[in-house]
């Protein structure tokens, strides 16, 4: 699957919107699934009958894959099975655009989606108020018209399978024609505000990596997968963002994610994965595919998540990586040589920062907040910057290495925070985003400080260079997360 590039000559030149359509038409029938009605419903029940997936009870948002249905729509059917005997009167489908190049979100301007299973209604009561009151989430045609080089078919692709198992609904088609956390955001926190008390499902549709050989196809995905289930969408974004993990449905998910949150969702459940090579048996360039069900937690339900843990040996061997990173860094200008041993405990990917201090006084101190290298690495790496690229700091000289403190903070997955009454001092580090601007604190700071929450949150938007009430901004996004924190000068977790 083909990505597209934003061009600016697309976007600001001569092209003008595409006319609407009043129904819009299939556009891979007899290629991504059949186009005789018959045939097509025997292929969709026949994977519903063969799907089997937990029971879950409060389904708020399903992501399901959208290739050509003999690769994956048995794992599409995982997420759709869950639907039997339920009722949906309406269903927002959100997908990726692979063909036309915008820098919006596109939500559907015609009045039907049509397959070989019949039309399927456009609630355009709901597509006009989605897509009211500026922004950039329009009633477009782009990304949905169906042209003579333009079959886009990750919308479409979900369809037979609402029609099989719902009957009746309306649809409220959207495509993203960006990938970055703004657009998501702002589509899932609008949605949430209008489905909230309506029966609405939430669909978003996206395969995962594209092309790459079955063993490390199987490794990216899972990482993906891992972080959906552990709710850290902001990640999930940047990673997307950066290439470092695949989906071409990323801003999608993400969108949906945020939008279910929202609504009280709080689990993520894995139903099924495969990729194209356990279908065809060619395992040189491979699809992955994800089922993925987003839900309400039984009332009284514990969280079943398990806390981060580092044994005494593992701690020091990352404390002594992080000497060796700055002495080498500082000596030689150059990042430490160290190549991650396959069997060693240490290859989870988690974010982590380095503080370095001098007699006690801070001299350092940088991360990274996502979980994008093997643990190792990342403290490698951030203990060299932390040495030589904090700019509140001038760099680190020979003299100083043998006067320097270390300290190491392992991250958790970030959580947005729904109410500030919930920060624990000493226990919870804060990420605040707004916009393009971003801060950060670890955990051990607000405790260093003697800060209470508010002026620990003030903090927070101090070092985001925000104003000091940022936080009660409804535009403000603040996450929560814990650290597991050591060093020379150790501290009791």
Same mark, same amino acid.
């Given at each position: 699957m083909k990505r597209v590039l934003l061009v600016a000559a697309l976007l600001f030149g001569a092209a003008s919107c595409a006319r609407p359509q009043a129904v819009r038409e299939p556009a891979v029938a007899g290629s991504f699934y059949p186009a005789d009605a018959k045939e097509l419903a025997a292929m969709v029940d026949g994977f519903l009958a063969k799907a089997q997936p937990p029971p879950i009870k409060d389904v708020v948002a399903l992501v399901s894959p959208h290739a050509g249905y003999v690769y994956s729509g048995q794992v599409a059917a995982y997420s759709y099975a869950l639907l039997k005997g339920r009722k949906f009167s309406r269903v927002v489908v959100i997908a990726p655009t692979h063909y036309d190049a915008f820098d919006f979100t596109a939500v559907f301007d015609g009045s039907a989606y049509?397959?070989?299973? &019949? +039309?399927?209604? /456009?609630?355009?009561?709901? $597509?006009?108020?989605?897509?009211?009151?500026?922004?950039?989430?329009? @009633?477009?045609?782009h990304g949905h018209t169906v042209t003579a080089d333009k079959h886009e078919h990750a919308l479409e692709d979900q369809l037979p399978f609402l029609q099989r198992v719902l009957g009746q609904f309306e649809l409220v088609p959207v495509v993203m024609g960006r990938q970055d956390y703004g657009a998501s955001r702002e589509l899932g926190v609008k949605l949430a505000k209008l489905i909230a008390g309506t029966d609405t499902l939430i669909v978003a549709?996206?395969?995962?990596?594209?092309?790459?050989?079955?063993?490390?196809?199987?490794?990216?995905?899972?990482?993906?997968?891992?972080?959906?289930?552990?709710?850290?969408?902001?990640?999930?974004?940047?990673?997307?963002?950066?290439?470092?993990?695949?989906?071409?449905? &990323? +801003?999608?998910? /993400?969108?949906?994610?945020? $939008?279910?949150?929202?609504?009280?969702?709080?689990?993520?459940?894995? @139903?099924k994965y495969a990729n194209s090579g356990d279908i065809t048996g060619d395992k040189t360039r491979v699809v992955g595919y994800g089922a993925v069900a987003f839900s309400k937690a039984p009332a009284g339900a514990a969280s079943a998540r398990a806390e981060f843990t580092l044994n005494d040996k593992e701690k020091e061997e990352l404390l002594s990586l992080a000497r060796r990173s700055v002495e080498t860094a500082v000596k030689e200008h150059k990042f430490y040589d160290y190549t991650v041993d396959g069997s060693s405990s240490l290859t989870q990917e988690r974010g982590a920062f380095v503080t370095l201090k001098e007699h006690g006084v801070l001299r350092g101190c940088i991360g990274y907040t996502a979980p994008i290298k093997p643990l190792p690495l990342v403290v490698r790496d951030v203990a060299a910057y932390a040495a030589l690229e904090d700019h509140r700091f001038r760099p680190v000289v020979t003299a100083e290495l043998g006067e320097l403190e270390y300290e190491i903070s392992v991250l958790s997955p970030l959580r947005r925070l729904s109410d500030t009454k919930q920060v624990e001092i000493g226990k919870h580090g804060l990420l605040i985003v707004r916009g393009d601007k971003e801060g950060i604190l670890l955990p051990q700071v607000a405790s260093d400080e003697h800060w209470d929450r508010k002026t620990f949150l003030e903090q927070l938007c101090l070092k985001a260079d925000l104003p000091l009430d940022a936080w009660r901004d409804p535009a403000s996004d603040i996450f929560t997360f814990t650290a597991l924190v050591f060093g020379d000068r150790a501290r009791r977790q």
């Amino acid at each position: 699957m083909k990505r597209v590039l934003l061009v600016a000559a697309l976007l600001f030149g001569a092209a003008s919107c595409a006319r609407p359509q009043a129904v819009r038409e299939p556009a891979v029938a007899g290629s991504f699934y059949p186009a005789d009605a018959k045939e097509l419903a025997a292929m969709v029940d026949g994977f519903l009958a063969k799907a089997q997936p937990p029971p879950i009870k409060d389904v708020v948002a399903l992501v399901s894959p959208h290739a050509g249905y003999v690769y994956s729509g048995q794992v599409a059917a995982y997420s759709y099975a869950l639907l039997k005997g339920r009722k949906f009167s309406r269903v927002v489908v959100i997908a990726p655009t692979h063909y036309d190049a915008f820098d919006f979100t596109a939500v559907f301007d015609g009045s039907a989606y049509k397959t070989p299973l &019949g +039309a399927v209604p /456009v609630d355009r009561a709901f $597509a006009a108020k989605l897509a009211s009151g500026g922004g950039s989430i329009r @009633l477009s045609g782009h990304g949905h018209t169906v042209t003579a080089d333009k079959h886009e078919h990750a919308l479409e692709d979900q369809l037979p399978f609402l029609q099989r198992v719902l009957g009746q609904f309306e649809l409220v088609p959207v495509v993203m024609g960006r990938q970055d956390y703004g657009a998501s955001r702002e589509l899932g926190v609008k949605l949430a505000k209008l489905i909230a008390g309506t029966d609405t499902l939430i669909v978003a549709s996206s395969d995962m990596s594209h092309y790459h050989p079955y063993d490390y196809a199987e490794k990216v995905d899972h990482k993906t997968l891992r972080a959906i289930e552990e709710w850290d969408y902001l990640s999930l974004s940047r990673n997307f963002e950066r290439n470092i993990w695949e989906a071409c449905g &990323g +801003a999608p998910i /993400v969108a949906a994610m945020i $939008a279910s949150e929202r609504l009280g969702a709080t689990e993520a459940t894995v @139903l099924k994965y495969a990729n194209s090579g356990d279908i065809t048996g060619d395992k040189t360039r491979v699809v992955g595919y994800g089922a993925v069900a987003f839900s309400k937690a039984p009332a009284g339900a514990a969280s079943a998540r398990a806390e981060f843990t580092l044994n005494d040996k593992e701690k020091e061997e990352l404390l002594s990586l992080a000497r060796r990173s700055v002495e080498t860094a500082v000596k030689e200008h150059k990042f430490y040589d160290y190549t991650v041993d396959g069997s060693s405990s240490l290859t989870q990917e988690r974010g982590a920062f380095v503080t370095l201090k001098e007699h006690g006084v801070l001299r350092g101190c940088i991360g990274y907040t996502a979980p994008i290298k093997p643990l190792p690495l990342v403290v490698r790496d951030v203990a060299a910057y932390a040495a030589l690229e904090d700019h509140r700091f001038r760099p680190v000289v020979t003299a100083e290495l043998g006067e320097l403190e270390y300290e190491i903070s392992v991250l958790s997955p970030l959580r947005r925070l729904s109410d500030t009454k919930q920060v624990e001092i000493g226990k919870h580090g804060l990420l605040i985003v707004r916009g393009d601007k971003e801060g950060i604190l670890l955990p051990q700071v607000a405790s260093d400080e003697h800060w209470d929450r508010k002026t620990f949150l003030e903090q927070l938007c101090l070092k985001a260079d925000l104003p000091l009430d940022a936080w009660r901004d409804p535009a403000s996004d603040i996450f929560t997360f814990t650290a597991l924190v050591f060093g020379d000068r150790a501290r009791r977790q």
